[in-house]
């Protein structure tokens, strides 16, 4: 599988406006590659350099049960056909990058799933990851950096 966005090249900025001070939409995506017998996808976006400031990795987005004949989730998309966790700034949804103390670098990753997921609304990336376990068939990933 393979993961992109037409916002940014893998390990390059991304543009101000998907940050959390500024416009707050995600960014575009596409995929292609998604292999066979997958029935839902789920999406993760974290910071892990936040480590040192937050003391945690970040977690900005985190979306599951997403169609697998889906290739692409638009500029500020409201996953109404897929389910929404809830980001470390305690909003359902897309937060955008806000790193405190210099550049950080965010992984975008896309899992294709053999099953879609019984998950609550709202639910944290810890309880999306425990409850992909051995489910995920395929991931992708895609880097981007953000500064102040």
Do not use: C
């Amino acid at each position: 599988m393979e993961l992109s966005s037409p916002a940014f090249e893998n390990g390059e900025p991304i543009p101000d406006r998907y940050g959390y001070t500024a416009a707050n939409v995600n960014p575009p995506l596409r995929w292609s590659g998604v292999p066979d017998g997958t029935q839902s996808l789920a999406l993760v976006v974290d910071d892990p350099d936040a480590v040192e400031p937050a003391g945690k990795i970040w977690d900005h987005w985190v979306v599951w049960n997403i169609d697998p004949d889906r290739r692409d989730i638009p500029v500020d998309w409201d996953a109404e056909d897929a389910a929404v966790g809830q980001n470390d700034y305690g909003e359902p949804g897309y937060g955008g990058p806000n790193p405190p103390d210099g550049t950080h670098t965010y992984e975008f990753r896309l899992y294709a799933l053999d099953e879609q997921l019984t998950l609550s609304p709202g639910a944290t990336k810890e309880q999306l990851e425990e409850t992909m376990g051995s489910h995920v068939i395929n991931r992708a990933e895609l880097a981007g950096t953000y500064s102040p």
